[in-house]
Antibody, heavy 120, light 107 residues
């Protein structure tokens, strides 16, 4: 059974870096048929796609323009997981963050979600 | 970015009623449209992909149709466990964009 398990802090101070990890079981981060995404949800912005990483003979990343200057998504093949780093956070980055697997443009598998609050 | 709109934003219906939600894209997205169900405190769950394909294990009372810019999601007979918010999502172009959601509850 394929599962995604998220981990990371629920509270981040303004101007610091938000870091989350998504551990994959039952699939591989290096799969040639999947992409590994981060999506967040807040009352003000709804469901917002942040970016993805995927392997097709080499690694690729795509990022949302709204966070492109602040975001990094990295695969970790040794641990079969991928991570999200979002720099210089503000209270507007407060949201529930989800990792999700995309196998054709749709998200059929999601992590459990992590509420991240940006506050001093 | 492609913009997605949904209507209505919320609805109340009786158990057994037919429920219809519409989703409109700001430009032609062919059939690259998915539907999700989200219950409070849970991650979204994929119900329909490519506008009309039922995800494995999803009850057949859920269905989707449409192409181009106009799409419809239907629950043929509303059940108490269908109380949730429903979202459409396009993937014709990056970035993938979700609609604002339609909250469904029981009258």
């Amino acid at each position: 059974q394929v599962q995604l398990q998220q981990s990371g802090p629920g509270l981040v101070k303004p101007s610091q870096t938000l870091s989350l990890t998504c551990a994959i079981s039952g699939d591989s981060v290096s799969s040639n048929s999947a992409a590994w995404n981060w999506i967040r949800q807040s009352p003000s912005r709804g469901l917002e796609w942040l970016g993805r990483t995927y392997y097709r003979s080499k690694w690729y990343n795509d990022y949302a323009v709204s966070v492109k200057s602040r975001i990094t998504i990295n695969p970790d093949t040794s641990k079969n997981q991928f991570s999200l780093q979002l720099n210089s956070v503000t209270p507007e980055d407060t949201a529930v963050y989800y990792c999700a697997r995309d196998t054709g443009g749709w998200y059929s598998l999601w992590g459990q979600g992590t509420l991240v609050t940006v506050s001093s | 970015d492609i913009q997605m709109t949904q209507s209505p934003s919320s609805l109340s219906a009786s158990v057994g009623d037919r429920v219809t939600i519409t989703c409109q894209a700001s430009q032609d997205i062919s059939n690259y449209l998915n539907w999700y169900q989200q219950k409070p405190g849970k991650a979204p769950k994929l119900l329909i992909y490519d506008a009309s394909n039922l995800e494995t294990g999803v009850p057949s009372r859920f269905s989707g149709s449409g192409s181009g810019t106009d799409f419809t999601f239907t629950i043929s007979s509303l059940q108490p466990e269908d109380i949730a918010t429903y979202y459409c999502q396009q993937y014709d172009n990056l970035p993938p964009v979700f609609g604002p959601g339609t909250k469904v509850d029981i009258k």
